[in-house]
């Protein structure tokens, strides 16, 4: 089945320092690809997206590049801010659901 | 601005003291989740509308139920909450052009439920 894998969390930075986080994931054609932000006591909000190969979906700074021959969607951001301490969530769509990545906890220290 | 509301942001029962949540839209999305989040986790998904149609997700306790009156409001009916069921609980919206062609989801700011 459909499946997204980001990598464990916490991730801890200086502020300025770059971003990367991983996220691979398995899926039958070619799915969708999103990452969500969820700061603290909030709901989740759309940080960007890509739907098809080779797209890439930016926001806020922050990138990232649906690679289809390594089935991977991997966040970066040049240089991270104090503000951007949040949870991030990979997902992609699979018929009418979102199927989540576990999350990665981002701590971005002054 | 379009967004999806959620009332009231904290809710507090007593065990196995219905309770309601709610939720409205002003996106006029045609399909609207209930999910369940608890401590950072990746949301759960509960049920969805699609339109009228009512989908639940088969591993969804009949403790939860939901309403949806018309396009732009949803509500989660807990029936008699137990304290596994204290968690944050989120509504989304989506825009579905046809059946299985879903887009983005839209998300509130999510309840967050405490059972006593």
């Known amino acids: 089945g459909n499946s997204v894998t980001q990598m464990e969390g916490p991730v801890t930075l200086s502020e300025e320092a770059f971003l990367t986080i991983n996220c691979t994931y398995t899926?039958?054609?070619?799915?969708?690809l999103f990452w969500y932000v969820q700061y603290p006591g909030e709901g989740l909000q759309l940080l960007l997206k890509a739907t098809k190969a080779d797209d890439k979906g930016s926001n806020k700074g922050f990138e990232a590049t649906y690679r289809k021959e390594t089935t991977s969607f991997h966040l970066e951001k040049g240089s991270v801010q104090v503000s951007d301490s949040a949870v991030y969530f990979c997902?992609?769509?699979?018929?009418?659901?979102?199927?989540w990545g576990a999350g990665t906890k981002l701590i971005i220290k002054p | 601005d379009a967004m999806v509301i959620q009332n009231p942001r904290y809710q507090v029962t007593q065990f196995g003291k219905p309770v309601t949540l709610s939720c409205s839209q002003t996106l006029n999305h045609n399909v609207m989740y209930w999910y369940q989040q608890k401590s950072s986790q990746a949301p759960k998904l509960l049920f969805h509308?699609?339109?009228?149609?009512?989908?639940n997700e088969a591993d969804t306790p009949d403790n939860f139920q939901s309403r949806r009156p018309n396009t732009s409001f949803c509500f989660l009916d807990i029936r008699s909450p137990g304290l596994g069921d204290a968690a944050m609980y989120l509504c989304?919206?989506?825009?579905?052009?046809?059946?299985?062609?879903?887009?983005?989801?839209?998300f509130g700011p999510g309840t967050r439920l405490t059972v006593l």
């Open positions: 997902a992609l769509v699979s018929n009418y659901q979102l199927i």
């Open positions: 899926a039958t054609g070619y799915p969708s």
């Open positions: 509308y699609y339109d009228k149609d009512f989908n």
């Open positions: 989304a919206t989506s825009r579905a052009a046809e059946a299985l062609s879903y887009n983005e989801q839209f």
